[in-house]
């Protein structure tokens, strides 16, 4: 019990931070989190390694689905499901195909950067957040997520184009003119 | 290189994901191709940008104090909680003492949950099925006395515990006498209880179901059924009295079994 406290507990804002993005509320995150602890506590003992953090994540991303999977089922209407059918598709998220290469990346805050990423489709956004925010190597995300190094690879490329729509989108429409936001960084 | 194959690449590159060569072949493509080289930039450039942003959370102080709460609970007492987190899902704790007759002393230290999983079941139903085997002539009662100095000693040998023997004569629940019973193949101490003409059977052992993991209060075939964990054992209370008053008896087993243990 002490030895699964003192590996896991100091994960709690990383597990916590992954259950905030997945699940898109505070409570729903919380309820995951602790589900989650839960589900690790009584697994420890069959636990061998390598990392107790990508572990964790592995197990919270189960909950998380198994969540969605529930509500999907209809128990709970949730706008979750049209979500998740689009997002192999996602018309709305294409890089514009002609236009040229933008050179230049608005500085957008902390909040708008959250938003942006919270509104990536599922697999994309689990991606992300778990290369950026949550700081894991490809083959730990390959891991957590239960799929191939080189699908990682192929969700992040498409996460990073997507989100830089978005970003350049919300700098565009969000920004004054000649304001400290749209002073820019210039590459 | 060709691009497809750079714009895949260039990620790793940024992540510090590629080998030396890898990483050299990329910024070679990129330095003469210029929507790679641009690609690159911006990407690099976000991928700084979310680095410096806070954009991790911090989990709150109540989240925190509900996992330390629960890690601070030995393993045979986790309860899933999957079942109580809807509708009731802040009322985790508190539902407890609020929902069962347990004192509040009882209840920070007993988890009750009102459903349990299939491997809890099996255990439970072999509970329940000892405790009806018990009742058949002859069967309920290997030493009759309801002396608990006599009771006790009795399973010194019999079973690897030393299981706490209460009177509650006084409270009427008349003790019976004691038996040696078989549950999921592991010897265990059954003590005999009798409330008016109904028999309550108290199994006691060492982690009965400890690889089961988990707490229940609930009603088999007729018979209510309370299961708890208690200074390192595990204790299954079952009867045909009502709910209420198998609470009771689980209540005032539970006050008196740490004064007990110990004092043979």
């Known amino acids: 019990m002490r030895r699964f406290r003192d590996a896991a507990l100091p994960h709690l804002d990383e597990v916590y931070t992954l259950a905030r993005y997945l699940m898109r509320n505070t409570d729903d995150a919380e309820d995951a989190v602790q589900e989650c602890y839960l589900r690790a506590l009584r697994h420890f003992d069959s636990y061998r390694g390598p990392a107790m953090k990508p572990w964790l994540l592995a197990i919270l991303r189960n909950v998380c689905n198994a969540e969605f999977t529930r509500r999907a089922r209809g128990e709970i209407p949730t706008d979750y499901a049209q979500d998740e059918s689009v997002t192999e598709e996602m018309p709305m998220w294409q890089e514009p195909q002609a236009s040229p290469e933008k050179v230049i990346l608005r500085q957008q805050d902390s909040a708008t950067i959250r938003r942006l990423v919270t509104e990536l489709p599922a697999p994309f956004r689990e991606a992300i957040v778990l290369r950026e925010i949550n700081d894991l190597s490809y083959q730990e995300i390959a891991e957590v997520a239960g799929v191939p190094v080189g699908t990682v690879m192929s969700r992040l490329a498409r996460a990073r184009a997507m989100l830089r729509s978005a970003w350049n989108a919300a700098e565009a429409s969000t920004a004054e003119p000649g304001s400290a936001t749209a002073s820019g960084i210039t590459l | ?264």
């Open chain 2, 1 to 264: 290189m060709n691009c497809d194959e750079s714009e895949l690449l260039l990620h790793a590159l940024i992540d510090g994901e590629l080998d030396a060569g890898h990483a050299r072949d990329v910024e070679t493509h990129a330095g003469t191709c210029s929507a790679c080289a641009q690609k690159l930039a911006s990407f690099r450039a976000m991928h700084e940008a979310m680095s410096d942003s806070s954009l991790k959370e911090t989990a709150p102080a109540h989240l925190r104090g509900r996992i330390e709460a629960l890690l601070a609970t030995p393993a045979s007492r986790v309860v899933s909680m999957r079942e109580f987190l809807r509708p009731t899902r802040r009322s985790f704790f508190g539902g407890f003492a609020v929902g069962s007759a347990l004192s509040a002393a009882v209840a920070a230290s007993l988890v009750l949950a009102v459903i349990r999983g299939d491997q809890e079941q099996t255990i439970a139903d072999e509970v329940v099925s000892a405790h009806i085997r018990s009742l058949q002539a002859g069967h309920l009662m290997d030493v009759e006395t309801s002396d608990r100095h006599t009771v006790k000693p009795w399973f010194n040998g019999r079973v690897d515990v030393a299981p706490p023997v209460i009177d509650l004569t006084a409270e009427s629940f008349t003790l019976l006498g004691g038996r040696l019973d078989y549950i999921d193949n592991e010897p265990v101490a059954a003590i005999v209880y009798q409330r008016r003409k109904h028999v309550i059977n108290l199994f006691v052992a060492q982690r009965l179901g400890a690889k089961h993991a988990r707490t229940v209060s609930d009603s088999i075939q007729g018979y209510n059924v309370r299961h708890w964990s208690q200074d390192g054992l595990d204790f299954w209370a079952v009867s045909d009295i009502v709910g209420s008053e198998l609470d009771e008896f689980v209540q005032k087993i539970a006050r008196a079994a740490p004064q007990s243990s110990g004092a043979s």
